[in-house]
């Protein structure tokens, strides 16, 4: 199903100029917090990112016609590592877009505990109407262009919204042929195949790690889970496997939405029915476990759990006020606006911060890098348990820091994640 240019402009509204608008906001406002441990200079220097690269290219696609592509690459952070994060496609990804996503992967990566910094790649193509043909040859050629920025010791690749793991193939096996080799020394790009040493749950890693994390603060706020209903917003990769985890886990998803529309059902949805048909149609529409409700309306449905798993900037100040839950777990990368955060806090409604709720999947990304490196393989249970295991220590690690200093789940995030770079920084010395 392809986005319509009504839904794409629809889009570009909402997202221009919003993530790294975000990004910004939500490190300004704890640089109050770390003042008294770090000096303003090293909190500044640490905010800025290193290097933002914009590429163009001019393949020949399907059609025998060139078309110019546009690309970015940004490396934010590497005082505690290569700079890692996904590579975006999209018709309306901007520079400042990839800056913000970046800028969220340090952080991000530094509150997980991976020896990672943060990166990010944008490519500015539809992946929704591109053959696949087109988009291989999209991808190749991001590869072949951007080879000099990308490596194992620079910055490492994964998916993003618009890329997948075969998408992730291409690109590793474009950069073995740029060195006339089957395979490469270190690990270039993760969430790939398997079969070319990805590594098993990969792909579900993020969702699954959003569950956990909203299991684990459920339990703290004294809400059974196995009484628990919530509410999935955005059916792709991170919300169905969201919505699979929590179902598993006891919690009864009662509405679920994409682009296209949304279904609910009080009774709770049949989630993996729900999966089957979106894997099918491509959409949540059509589903007849549910009935279909406008988008707007199941995001301001009365639940105990809402899991903005879509886009950016989709609890804002407009809508913030009509939030009925108790928990919001952030399956998005920026899904929440500064002043919405506000409101949402003076009501009392726990939010799970992106750079902790999503952090699944840079962490399993993180195994996939160690087991290339090392040349072994994991078991998909080896992954499950450790995943479990970081996921759960680090919610506890944030909790326990928001309260003892009452400061909200996203101060404490980042209070601990711009302490780690910083800390990073000066062990490394001031002169790069």
């Not at 479990?388 to 209070?415: K, N, P």
């Amino acid at each position: 199903m392809s986005v319509t240019n009504k839904t794409r402009k629809k889009i570009l509204k909402n997202s221009a100029a919003t993530i790294l608008a975000n990004a910004v906001a939500n490190f300004r406002q704890v640089v109050p917090l770390l003042a008294g441990e770090f000096h303003n200079d090293l909190l500044e220097k640490v905010f800025h990112p290193m290097e933002r690269i914009e590429m163009s290219f001019g393949p020949v696609m399907g059609d025998g016609e060139i078309h110019v592509v546009k690309a970015f690459i940004v490396r934010h952070s590497d005082a505690l590592g290569p700079a890692k994060g996904g590579i975006r496609m999209s018709p309306v990804v901007t520079l400042d877009d990839v800056t913000g996503l970046a800028m969220e992967m340090t952080w991000k990566c530094a509150l997980i505990g991976v020896p990672f910094g943060g990166g990010k790649s944008g490519i500015v193509a539809d992946a929704d109407t591109l053959s696949a043909f087109d988009k291989e040859t999209i991808m190749r050629r991001f590869a072949t262009m951007g080879f000099r920025h990308i490596g194992p010791q620079v910055y490492i690749p994964a998916p993003d919204m618009g890329t997948n793991e075969r998408d992730m193939g291409y690109v590793k096996d474009a950069i073995c042929y740029s060195h006339g080799q089957a395979t490469t020394p270190g690990c270039y790009v993760t969430g790939k195949p398997v079969i070319l040493g990805g590594i098993p749950g990969r792909r579900a890693a993020t969702g699954r790690g959003v569950a956990i994390c909203v299991v684990e603060a459920l339990n703290k706020l004294g809400v059974n889970q196995d009484e628990a209903t919530a509410v999935v917003q955005g059916f792709g990769n991170v919300g169905s496997f969201s919505a699979l985890a929590l179902a598993e886990r006891g919690v009864k998803i009662i509405a679920a939405g994409d682009i296209y529309g949304a279904v609910y059902n009080p009774a709770g949805l049949d989630v993996p029915a729900l999966d089957k048909h979106v894997t099918e149609a491509r959409t949540v529409k059509g589903f007849t476990g549910g009935q279909e409700i406008d988008c707007r309306e199941m995001l301001e449905l009365p639940c105990d759990v809402l899991v903005p798993a879509a886009t950016d900037s989709q609890i804002t100040a407009e809508n913030a006020d009509r939030i009925k839950v108790k928990l919001i777990g952030e399956g998005a990368n920026s899904p929440t606006t500064p002043q919405a955060d506000e409101i949402l806090n003076e009501k009392g409604i726990t939010i799970l911060p992106d750079i902790l709720c999503n952090a699944g999947g840079v962490f399993v990304s993180y195994l996939e890098y160690t087991q290339e490196t090392q040349q072994e393989q994991m078991t998909e249970d080896q992954v499950v348990t450790r995943l479990t295991r970081r996921m759960s220590d680090r919610l506890h690690l944030v909790w326990s820091l928001a309260q003892d200093r009452a400061i909200t789940m996203r101060q404490a995030a980042m209070v601990h994640a711009i302490r780690t770079v910083c800390q990073a920084r000066i062990a490394r010395g001031y002169l790069t």
